[in-house]
Nanobody
Framework: QVQLVESGGGLVERGGSLTLSCQAS????????MGWYRQAPGKQRELIADSSSDGTAGVVDSVSGRFTFSRDNARKTVRLQMNDLQPEDTGVYFCAANIWELGGTVDDYWGQGTQVTVSS
């Protein structure tokens, strides 16, 4: 079994910053893709940042220049630094990973979600 544990959400004013972290644990052989999704109120979940097993990481164009995404394979952790936050960044942020488990299976896992609220 694999767990993704997120931390770092909260309430911030427009222009503020937050950092989200997500750590994977459990029966992990290799973490393939690992990233962050955002679900704004009344909208579908959307990809915000993604990374591959070689450590390559990036964010989508809509948050480029404000969000920075990094991955630490040794710690099985990804980090999303969010600067100049705007009310439209409000939503639940989910960590997600595609993991090759020790038992040989490959599965997708999701964190429980962390709320980010940006006040105007």
């Amino acid at each position: 079994q694999v767990q993704l544990v997120e931390s770092g959400g909260g309430l911030v004013e427009r222009g503020g910053s937050l950092t989200l972290s997500c750590q994977a644990s459990g029966n992990i052989m290799t973490i393939n893709a690992m990233g962050w999704y955002r679900q704004a109120p009344g909208k579908q979940r959307e990809l915000i940042a993604d990374s591959s097993s070689d450590g390559t990481a990036g964010v989508v164009d809509s948050v480029s220049g404000r969000f920075t995404f990094s991955r630490d394979n040794a710690r099985k952790t990804v980090r999303l630094q969010m600067n100049d936050l705007q009310p439209e960044d409000t939503g639940v942020y989910f960590c997600a990973a595609n993991i090759w488990e020790l038992g040989g299976t490959v599965d997708d896992y999701w964190g429980q979600g962390t709320q980010v609220t940006v006040s105007s």
